[in-house]
């Protein structure tokens, strides 16, 4: 039996329902916390311009506490025949409270309630995105600090290069995490903007308070436009998307490097055996398929924001449909993310590093420069050095000093870790999450 908000005396033809509604219950179940805490803050403002008694508002206020506790547990159910997240919560208010659950919608519309939900929910799952990203810098720093005198070939060209170190390596990908970082801050900051009170994306005639409702959410400021407020649907996925796809970008590139390194080609780390798996047909097979699989989900999670940005892209301004599939592919990538983040940070603490690679004779040439740069040193002009050392390596008698001297900022010699950390630590200062606990807790009464 269908229970929709918006059904007068047609009947809708149950295809074209299951069609619509697609996957979107299952999705809308994200959204539910937030749903809840929109709607009490909705009521509350409602109350302050008459359009609510303080005891309607008491009432309301306690039956949505509880809906929000089920929510929280994980508890909260779409029922069957109900639409989606915002008429299954007005549904348990009408159940429970009567005609008074009928009157919370007054002054808003979906589209604007859907808009906040969205961000309500952006702006928490940033807040788990930036705790796991620190955990995995943590970790690169850690073992860069710890593996800083290995040194290994760099390439160019897929070629031996010059001297790296495993300590620039995993310094490397902490220093990608805190550029990353910025940019889900510049995404943080256009999430915490409050779009309720845009209703259907052109305001209202009642005389909302957007202000009181930006407060009670703990949000920065709002949306004022609310024709701007509506277009935000899908702006903000997408580019809150592009800075989940270039922290994705850093874990993939890493995770290519730690299959090639791994590769009995390289040697320069190994995995422990309980986190490579085999082969079905060759019993030597310890494969790197953790690292394979990130590299994967981290392709995909580049495609995101190309993908919103197709489904958005030809859109005018105004509500359409179309937004409601963002959520299939958006909702789920915080986990998706997360995990990699995770699981990525696990694997670099329990590698061992090969600290001989360096001393391999394959690996010679890469001392090619230093030898240059020593006779440079000297006097001997950098063109004629260059010479020098080439003919020595045509001749086979090139043999290099192994002793590394780099001593400027960001090489081997001198990592620059606390600078890099304290980068981090900057811009990690900068979310301010805390205004938002604080304005839950009030909502809830904590
Ligand atoms: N499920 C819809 C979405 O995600 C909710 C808003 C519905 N609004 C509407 N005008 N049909 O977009």
């Not at 989606?84 to 002054?107: A, C, F, P, W, Y």
């Not at 897929?158 to 550029?179: I, K, N, R, T």
């Not at 020593?374 to 086979?396: C, M, N, T, W």
Request: charged share 25%; glycine share 6%.
């Amino acid at each position: 039996m269908a229970n929709k908000l918006w059904e007068k005396n047609v009947t809708v033809d149950d295809g074209v329902e299951a069609y619509t509604v697609g996957r979107d219950r299952e999705m809308d179940l994200y959204l539910a916390p937030y749903d809840v805490l929109g709607s009490m803050a909705h009521i509350r403002m409602l109350e302050s311009i008459n359009l609510l008694t303080a005891d309607e508002l008491t009432a309301l206020t306690e039956a949505l506490r509880d809906i929000f506790d089920t929510a929280a547990k994980g508890d909260f159910v779409i029922e069957d025949g109900v639409e989606d997240v915002h008429s299954q919560v007005e549904l348990m208010l009408t159940r429970r409270l009567g005609d008074m659950g009928k009157k919370i919608h007054s002054g808003r519309s979906r589209n604007d309630q859907v808009l906040v939900d969205l961000k309500l929910f952006i702006r928490s799952r940033i807040e788990d995105v930036v705790d796991a990203v620190s955990r995995l810098f943590d970790t690169l720093l850690r073992q860069s600090e710890r593996y800083k005198d290995v040194i290994i070939p760099g390439y160019t060209h897929l070629q031996v290069a010059m001297p790296s170190s495993m300590g620039l390596w995993f310094g490397a990908y902490a220093e990608s995490l805190v550029d990353d970082m910025s940019v889900l801050r510049a995404a943080y900051e256009v999430t915490n903007r409050n779009p309720l009170g845009s209703a259907a994306g052109y305001g209202s005639s009642f005389p909302l308070n957007r202000s009181m409702t930006t407060d009670l959410l703990g949000f920065e400021s709002m949306d004022y436009n609310v024709v701007y407020a509506q277009m935000g649907r899908g702006k903000t996925e997408r580019i809150v998307a592009s800075a989940i796809a270039s922290i994705a970008a850093t874990v993939g590139k890493l995770a290519f490097d730690a299959c090639m390194f791994n590769s009995q080609n390289f040697g320069f780390i190994k995995l422990p055996d309980e986190f490579t798996t085999g082969s079905s047909i060759m019993p030597h097979k310890k494969n790197p398929d953790v690292f394979e699989l990130t590299r994967a989900k981290c392709n995909k999670l580049q495609a995101l924001p190309v993908e919103i940005t197709l489904i958005t892209n030809n859109l005018p301004s105004g509500y359409f449909r179309d937004l409601q599939l963002v959520k299939e592919s958006f909702l789920p990538a915080f986990d998706t993310i997360i995990s990699i983040l995770d699981m990525t940070g696990r694997m670099l603490s329990n590698i061992t590093v090969n600290t001989e690679v360096a001393r391999d004779p394959r690996y010679k040439y890469m001392y090619s420069v230093e030898e240059v740069n020593r006779l440079a040193a000297s006097g001997v002009p950098f063109r004629d050095a260059y010479k020098q050392v080439g003919l020595a390596i045509e001749r086979g008698d090139f043999n290099p000093d192994y002793n590394i001297r780099h001593t400027h900022e960001g090489s081997i010699g001198n990592l620059c870790t606390d600078q890099i950390r304290a980068r981090f630590e900057h811009v990690a200062s900068q979310f301010d999450f805390a205004t938002y606990h604080a304005a839950f807790n009030r909502l809830l009464g904590k």
